[in-house]
């Protein structure tokens, strides 16, 4: 999309030459006052002494003062003058605006048509003098293609992202103004899931005999897509992606496969299917159902991987790595991993015969990628607590790369935590030789130094589990309390004994009154 910038925000580039040339005019000006002032002094020193010539410089450098504070006060009045011509001229262009078409302000006043403009009629923001600052706000560019796409990257980036429909013929009602809870309860519309919540309307059919793509399958959409006010979010004249490897939304991967080659169709989809609670920023809000419009060009096989030429590879690598860069920003960490993987198959120069086809530099560029995207799927297991499978992964990053400091940091944690103390500390340390810097580093070693004093203090009493030591478990077990000797306090015999003698007496009492 091509935006339009005001009048106001132009005029600078304009004025830049005329401040160059009084800039230059300046200096001209002082070189003659300078020369002029050298041609004084040889005189001056010949007729004067040199008392007098202190005095003379002294009041040489006043003059020179006063000629800086005349030179700021002709800026001064210049600049005035040049705001003054820029304002005139910002005035000109608000009066040109105000008198364009009724209908360009019309369209440029629906909330509607902000977001949504044509390569062949942009209409101007409408500008009022009473508030210069909203004149000058530009609309918002909606952003197009976000999903993986397999074509030649000159294809992509001269692909057709304005607001133009791609189906002039079809631009009905249903697709320019109709509201979508009418269309989730139309009569003549198709569901393609069980739930309802992605159906079809089939607005030109394709020929009886006609086939319909298959999972796994390489197909080409001509897509495009609008949220409920008709925002376009979605287009691409020719979108290529293979089924069930999350190239893109679900709603997608359901309307293609349930289409036949030819076939244009109406899709509705609801967010479920498409981006769910976190939407996709900035165009795309939470929980947005949208309305496609779809058109199935062609389909294949899915071509095998290695018998592609390496720059395809590397391409279509870096493709599905992004996207699951994509998932894993939006923490849908088991897309991510599946992503990567689908990467890392791509991303090699071998061949079915385990030979190498590529020449050095394609061979060192792959091994690069396939760092970038093993340390991403390691960071993605980590997530998800395959702490075995991350802690694997690191080690392929370290046969490629042994000196990535990320992979011996995740490797030093794994084996710390898994309690193999000596192996983690030499991995840390190595790290941390590499960026001595990484707070990171220093936090997981002073963990481990505790993690390690710690199991010297309790390795004689703590209780270890039983499928690790067999069924003789005792001797790990917690000691039970000892037992206090067998003994009569002094407080007992103290007690008895007071209590004796209170009978005794009583007793004796008894017997002499008697």
Not at 142 to 159: D, L, M, N, Y
Not at 166 to 187: I, K, T
Request: aromatic content about 6%; glycine content about 6%.
């Amino acid at each position: 999309m091509v935006s339009l910038a005001p009048c106001g925000d132009m005029e600078p580039e304009a004025g830049e030459p005329e401040e160059t040339t009084l800039e230059s005019e300046m200096f001209v000006r002082e070189k003659e006052e300078v020369k002029s002032e050298e041609g004084n002094q040889p005189w001056q020193v010949l007729q004067e002494p040199i008392t007098e010539l202190q005095r003379m410089n002294i009041t040489g450098k006043e003059d020179e003062k006063k000629s800086v504070e005349d030179k700021d006060d002709e800026e001064g009045s210049e600049k005035k003058d040049e705001m003054e011509n820029e304002e005139a001229e910002e005035m000109k262009c608000a009066e040109n605006l105000s008198n364009m078409p009724t209908d360009a302000n019309a369209s440029s006043s629906d909330p509607t048509n902000e977001s949504i403009l044509s390569n062949t009629h942009i209409s101007p923001p409408v500008t009022n003098e009473s508030d210069p600052e909203d004149s000058r706000k530009l609309t918002k560019t909606p952003s197009f293609g976000k999903t993986v796409r397999f074509k030649e990257i000159e294809a992509v980036e001269e692909r057709d992202s304005s607001d133009d429909t791609l189906f002039p013929d079809f631009d009905n009602e249903e697709w320019s103004s109709a509201s979508f809870e009418e269309l989730f309860l139309a009569d003549d519309w198709k569901d393609v899931t069980d739930d309802r919540l992605v159906r079809k309307k089939v607005l030109q059919a394709s020929p009886e005999n006609a086939l319909t793509p298959a999972w796994g399958q390489e197909v080409t959409l001509k897509m495009q897509g609008v949220l409920e006010d008709r925002t376009m979010v979605e287009k691409d004249c020719k979108l290529v992606f293979v089924i069930g490897e999350g190239d893109v939304n679900q709603a997608l991967e359901e309307g293609a496969m349930s289409m036949k080659q030819g076939e244009i169709a109406l899709l509705l989809a609801d967010s479920q299917y498409i981006y769910g609670l976190l939407g996709r920023e900035p165009d795309i809000p939470a929980w947005a159902p949208l309305l496609y419009q779809l058109q199935l060009i062609h389909f294949r096989e899915k071509p095998d991987p290695l018998s592609l030429p390496i720059p395809d590879r590397i391409r279509i690598g870096n493709q599905k790595r992004e996207r699951g860069n994509f998932y894993f920003q939006r923490e849908e960490y088991s897309m991510a991993i599946q992503a990567y993987c689908m990467a890392l198959d791509v991303l090699t120069t071998r061949t079915h015969d385990g030979q190498s086809c590529g020449t050095e530099e394609e061979e060192e560029e792959v091994n690069d990628y396939r760092v970038k995207c093993l340390n991403n799927l390691a960071a993605a297991q980590l997530k998800l607590g395959q702490f075995d499978e991350a802690l694997h992964t690191s080690q392929d990053v370290l046969f490629l790369d042994p000196q990535n400091v990320k992979a011996l940091f995740r490797k030093g944690k794994l084996l710390s935590d898994k309690g193999d103390y000596e192996e983690a500390m030499e991995t840390l340390k190595k790290a941390l030789k590499l960026e001595p810097s990484t707070k990171a580093i220093h936090a997981e070693l002073s963990k481990l130094v505790k993690r390690q004093a710690g199991e010297n203090d309790t390795q004689d009493w703590q209780a270890k589990p039983a499928q690790v030591f067999g069924e003789n478990i005792a001797p790990f077990l917690t000691p039970p309390p000892k037992k206090k000797p067998f003994g009569i306090s002094w407080k007992f015999l103290l007690g008895a004994l007071v209590v004796a003698l209170g009978s005794l007496v009583t007793s004796v009492v008894l017997t002499a009154r008697n």
